[in-house]
């Protein structure tokens, strides 16, 4: 459980980040309009904090989160399937990020053509759809994780927090689905999640020393 909530204080780390990159890059981006250079260098600081909360979410995912799911499947078969979903993230962005680079050569290589690319295309649209494929299995596993999670955890352990975590996992989702922002609720479930998660550990804490005292 230490585990699991430390995953979630490091995701609160990178969503705050990613929120500071978009806001920087809107305030600087127009103010370095005027030259090159500074279209450049307002780019530049957003787009490394932009990458640092990647990372940090990387870390926090499958560093943390993804192990305290593991354990938490070995003491209790419900939670199998989240961790499991941890797995399907893992093959959904290894999906993407192998359909990007091969997408990204066979236009450089194409560019020598105008037959060339007409077969780029083609192969465009395919690996087009091998990232829709990866951006769709990602999908499920980050359902699988934190919204099943969630509701595993309220099962297990009865805290509402949970579930209301779970809930707003899934409208953010439903905003992302249909074009509006989630960040605000992806903010609110990691918040209630490390909330729920701290209080769970004081509890199994309490309930663990109150026979050592008796």
Do not use: C, W
């Not at 093959?91 to 560019?111: E, Q």
């Not at 918040?191 to 020393?209: E, F, R």
Request: hydrophobic fraction near 60%; proline fraction near 2%.
């Amino acid at each position: 459980m230490r585990t699991l909530r430390s995953g979630f204080l490091f995701l609160l780390v990178a969503v705050i980040m990613g929120i500071v990159a978009v806001l920087v890059g809107l305030i600087s981006i127009p103010h370095g309009a005027s030259a090159f250079t500074g279209v450049i260098g307002a780019v530049a600081t957003p787009l490394t904090l932009l990458l640092v909360a990647v990372g940090i979410a990387l870390y926090a995912i499958f560093g943390k989160i993804r192990p305290g799911m593991r354990r938490l499947s070995e003491i209790d078969d419900r939670f199998r399937i989240s961790y499991a979903g941890t797995t399907l993230i893992l093959v959904g962005l290894v999906k993407m990020v192998l359909g990007l680079i091969v997408l990204a050569a066979v236009f450089a290589a194409a560019a020598s053509s105008s037959e060339a690319m007409r077969g780029a295309v083609i192969g465009g649209l395919t690996l087009f759809g091998v990232l829709v494929i990866g951006a769709i299995i990602a999908l499920i596993g980050n359902i699988l994780t934190f919204v099943v999670g969630a509701f595993k955890l309220q099962s297990r352990y009865q805290n509402s927090l949970y579930m209301a975590a779970g809930i707003l996992f899934v409208i953010g989702i439903a905003f992302l689905l249909v074009g509006f922002s989630g960040i605000l609720t992806l903010v609110g479930y990691v918040l209630l999640m490390y909330i729920a998660l701290g209080d769970t550990i004081n509890k199994l804490s309490t309930a663990t020393a109150t026979p050592a005292h008796a």
